[in-house]
């Protein structure tokens, strides 16, 4: 996405300044979105997600912290190749409710079994409406 940005900021006729700042920015942005969702080298980077016996789900960041109290949104995607897990927490701010969390998890990843269990639990859980 950000090779596709920078092309067209690079066809359209902008003047230099305006084309470097855009460029510089979609760049900051892409790179940021490596490192914390793809290396996972942030302390706030998410890595494990849980579903308890009270049918809520958890989610563990790299430095310990347990997200819990958690909803689901409506743009979650479930697929048998990748599952994209959108939520936020419950009672939060409308500020923090502008920065969506995601969670991606690619089949390949992680045990079969729990991943069918997971999909089916995102598709006909409790919390879906």
Request: with cysteine; hydrophobic share 50%.
């Amino acid at each position: 996405m950000s090779v596709m940005s920078s092309w067209i900021v690079y066809v359209v006729n902008l003047s230099l300044s305006i084309q470097c700042f855009s460029l510089l920015l979609i760049w900051i942005a892409a790179i940021y979105a490596i490192i914390k969702d793809g290396l996972l080298l942030f302390p706030w980077s998410l890595a494990k997600l849980h579903v308890n016996a009270k049918n809520q789900l958890n989610v563990i960041r790299k430095d310990g912290q347990v997200l819990s109290d958690l909803s689901l949104k409506d743009e979650s995607v479930v697929t048998p190749l990748l599952t994209i897990v959108h939520f936020r927490p419950k009672n939060t701010t409308w500020a923090k409710r502008l920065f969506n969390q995601r969670f991606l998890i690619l089949a390949d990843s992680v045990d079969a079994e729990a991943f069918r269990q997971l999909r089916v639990w995102l598709l006909w859980g409790e919390n879906r409406k």
